[in-house]
């Protein structure tokens, strides 16, 4: 080419062609060293451009690091206002720390953060717009494959990854991470994120997606404190679908926010759980939980939802919603909302998954029939490491199917239901309820609607008024005190004490108003139309231990008008009468 001066004194040069061997560069943007450059450069005429300076360089090859690269582009009147547009391809590009240690602060932060390893085939674009002072534009478009990310806030380990990235300076520093896939062992994984690096120092978006994720260790690991202790709260073996949001603000010593959101809850399924409150075995179907360690609603503590919540335990469904809550100080809670169950059966693994009192009052519960439940509430206290006792509340709506219950006298068949409403303070149990029972059978003898409250203490049980038992002023006692009973087509009322304490016992009184004779004889006697007449009567019974010879009574029987037509006939009640088995007190001891 040539070179001269025009007439305003100003040189241009015109027809320049050149070439570049064994040439070298370092971008300052992107400090990666290329070698082994070689370019083609050339002028375009002068009369093309309207007399400005345009050099076109068709093509430039070289090496990165041991990858080939190829470039295009162009320089518009080259000097301190030079205009430039360039564009570079390279394949197979390796996401090492040479990578890594290229980039500028921000963006390095943020891959050494991602731990991202791997290969990408990019394009890239250099653009510096005319005029001086002007800065170079970068924009990237890269095809990430075989690599890896374990990003150090949520350090869940992702392989097999593939996806895009594109990157432009000029938007923020704006980084987009879209159609990201990958494995987790057997768990198929996708995501998209962001990274907008202006203002400094930035802040990263991520969203994760895993489906059939086994709920294992590497999960677990990957959680914050905070999620953690919600997690042994649970105890979970299993699968789940999670959807992750990472929010990040990339400055050094910040922690990255991680939610399970409300509206992406995480599915879990063909799990079991074993809570540590409640250390009662379940198969869980479906349960949707979510978790936001930032929602406004909750300040001060990190908040779970539970949605939606189906197990089983031995193939009797269970069912609720609720949520749990962590404290930086170490407390937790659990509360159920909700809870159903149907066809419990009352056995040792149930036992053993109460409180202590509770357990010693459930004793009293026989292994025979079923327990459901249906719309009641459960909760928990308690802190992390155990360092204090658990409590629990309760309000609860219990329904019995021929159960067996040991309260002072054995009750067998027992069907209906009966509420309860509580506290245990992890040393003491205060617990009141209803009885509502539609049958049940003490003594041999058949009782149908059985209405009353009754309550419990760590050792006692108190059916009725206790004010009955202690001052015998009956009269003065409201019957919806006691409780109440349909028996041979009259009314029984019943106040009882059991008292599970070594050297304790029972008490029991007993009414009968306006019974029938005849109903009684049918089921007892063999000359049932021989004896008439309505029958009152009170009975007091107070007892220790299982033996029948540590059972103490009195009582009375009235019957009017009787119809005791044969004297065999009338020995023959008197001993159906006292003959009962009071059943086995084990418990009592």
């Not at 010593?253 to 399924?269: D, K, L, N, T």
């Not at 609720?320 to 937790?332: F, I, L, R």
């Not at 040393?427 to 009754?454: A, C, F, K, W």
């Not at 008439?532 to 029987?557: T, Y």
Request: with cysteine; aromatic share 8%.
């Amino acid at each position: 080419g040539r070179f001269y001066q025009r007439a305003d004194g100003r040189w241009v040069m015109e027809d320049v062609r050149a070439a570049v061997s064994e040439g070298r560069l370092k971008y300052h943007r992107f400090q990666y060293q290329l070698t082994d450059i070689r370019a083609r450069l050339q002028q375009r005429p002068l009369a093309e451009t309207g007399g400005a300076v345009v050099i076109d360089v068709p093509e430039a090859v070289g090496m990165a690091g041991d990858r080939p690269w190829s470039a295009r582009g162009v320089w518009k009147d080259p000097g301190p206002a030079v205009e430039s547009h360039f564009k570079m391809d390279i394949a197979d590009f390796p996401l090492d720390g040479r990578f890594r240690d290229a980039l500028e602060p921000p963006a390095r932060r943020v891959v050494d953060s991602l731990n991202l390893s791997g290969t990408g085939t990019a394009e890239l674009w250099f653009d510096r717009p005319p005029g001086r002072g002007q800065k170079t534009h970068l924009r990237l478009k890269a095809d990430v494959s075989n690599a890896s990310l374990t990003f150090s806030q949520f350090p869940f380990e992702i392989n097999e990854l593939s996806g895009h990235v594109e990157f432009d300076s000029q938007q923020h520093q704006h980084w987009k991470f879209s159609r990201l896939q990958g494995r987790h062992g057997s768990s198929e994984i996708t995501g998209a994120g962001q990274f907008i690096g202006l203002p400094k120092p930035g802040v990263l978006n991520l969203t994760i997606r895993a489906e059939r994720l086994a709920m294992d260790s590497d999960l677990y690991n990957a959680m914050a404190d905070s999620q953690q202790s919600l997690w042994q709260l649970l105890d979970p073996t299993g699968y789940c679908d999670v959807t992750t949001y990472v929010h990040w603000t990339a400055a050094p010593g910040q922690r990255a926010v991680v939610r399970f959101p409300a509206e992406s809850p995480v599915r879990i399924y063909d799990a079991v759980i074993r809570p540590r409150p409640f250390p009662y075995e379940m198969d869980v179907a479906e349960a949707l939980v979510s978790f936001n360690p930032n929602d406004p609603r909750h300040s001060g503590v990190q908040y779970c939802d539970i949605h939606s919540f189906r197990a089983s335990h031995k193939g009797a469904p269970i069912e609720a919603t609720g949520w749990a809550t962590s404290h930086v100080d170490g407390q937790w809670r659990v509360h159920l909302n909700h809870l159903t169950a149907t066809r419990l059966p009352p056995d040792d693994e149930l036992r053993a998954a109460l409180p202590d009192s509770w357990r010693e009052i459930l004793t009293r519960l026989k292994h025979r029939g079923h327990v459901s439940v249906s719309d009641s509430e459960l909760d928990f206290r308690g802190v992390r490491e155990d360092s204090a006792r658990v409590t629990a509340a309760w309000n609860m709506n219990l329904y019995l199917h021929r159960c067996a219950l040991d309260a002072g006298l054995d009750l067998e068949n027992v069907t209906g239901a009966v509420t309860a409403r509580g506290t245990w303070d992890g040393v003491h149990l205060d617990n009141d309820g209803e009885i509502q029972l539609q049958s049940t059978r003490v003594l041999n003898m058949p009782l149908r609607e059985i209405r009353g409250p009754y309550s419990m203490d760590d050792a006692r049980l108190v059916l009725g008024a206790r004010e009955v038992l202690e001052s015998g002023e009956r009269a003065r006692v409201d019957r919806t005190e006691r409780v109440q009973a349909k028996i041979y087509g009259g009314t029984a009322l019943f106040d009882a004490v059991v008292d599970s304490r070594p050297g304790e016992g029972y008490v029991l009184f007993a009414e009968l108003e306006n019974a029938q004779l005849e109903a009684f004889a049918r089921q007892n006697m063999s000359n049932a139309e021989k004896l008439q007449g309505n029958v009152s009567a009170w009975l007091a019974l107070h007892g220790e231990g299982e033996s029948p010879r540590d059972l103490r009574g009195r009582g009375q029987m009235e019957i009017s008008p009787a119809a005791l037509y044969e004297l065999p006939v009338m020995l023959e009640m008197l001993n159906a009468l006292t003959t009962f088995n009071p059943g086995n007190r084990t418990a009592f001891d």
